[in-house]
């Protein structure tokens, strides 16, 4: 290129800035041309295929939405590539809202319990200090894609029982002395 011949420099100087100062007072402007820079991989209708993919099944992995894309238009992406495109889709890896799952018995159960306690205070309530272990673990790992303010929609909202199988609760009464033993029951949960 003549503009490396010209300040006599070879071409492929280490120092962004010194080229961005180069560019200026070869032509007086050191902004990036047009085109210039690394081509991206994917297509728009590859990024809307992305987009739709991490709406359709909003818990998969970029990972998995990469093997996913590689194999439906035989070219490979990376999972930040992904990661990018959905970004830029305006979607984004969240942790999604977890609600116990009810069954219409439970709801109806609910929905007939509630008038009739509704004139309780806090003396017709027995107080507990009990503690529930589970003994299944849930690190709430799992992301899902979402837009941001719509974690409260029914598609990004996850039903997962916590205390399913078995359990430990071990509690004393309030109005019971310190000093007596602590009482453990094991039992497992029925729907």
């Known amino acids: 290129m003549e503009f490396f011949h ?18 200026y007072q070869w ?15 994917t297509t728009t209708a590859d990024d809307r295929y992305l987009l739709q993919c991490a709406r359709r099944r909003r818990t998969l992995t970029a ?17 930040q590539t992904v990661s990018r495109r959905l970004h830029e889709g305006g979607l984004f890896a969240r942790r999604p809202v977890v609600c116990v ?22 003396d017709h309530v027995l107080f507990t200090d009990e503690s529930r272990f ?13 837009e941001p303010g719509t974690c409260y929609r029914a598609t990004n909202i996850v ?19 310190p000093n007596r033993p602590l009482r453990v029951r094991w039992g497992f949960r029925h729907s």
């Open 6 to 23: 010209y300040f006599s420099i070879n071409q492929h100087p280490k120092n962004n800035f010194f080229i961005a100062d180069l560019c």
């Open 63 to 79: 990972r998995q939405l990469a093997s996913q894309f590689s194999a439906a238009a035989g070219k490979p992406i990376s999972r």
């Open 159 to 177: 039903e997962r029982d916590h205390y399913r199988g078995g359990g430990c609760l071990s509690g004393r009464d309030s109005k019971e002395r």
């Open 134 to 146: 589970n003994i299944q673990n849930d690190s709430r790992r799992a992301m899902i894609w979402r």
């Open 27 to 41: 032509d007086q402007n050191a902004s990036r041309r047009r085109g210039s820079g690394r081509q991206k991989i």
């Open 101 to 122: 799952p009810l069954s219409p018995a439970h709801i109806r159960a609910q929905l007939h319990w509630a008038p009739e306690h509704r004139s309780w205070t806090p």
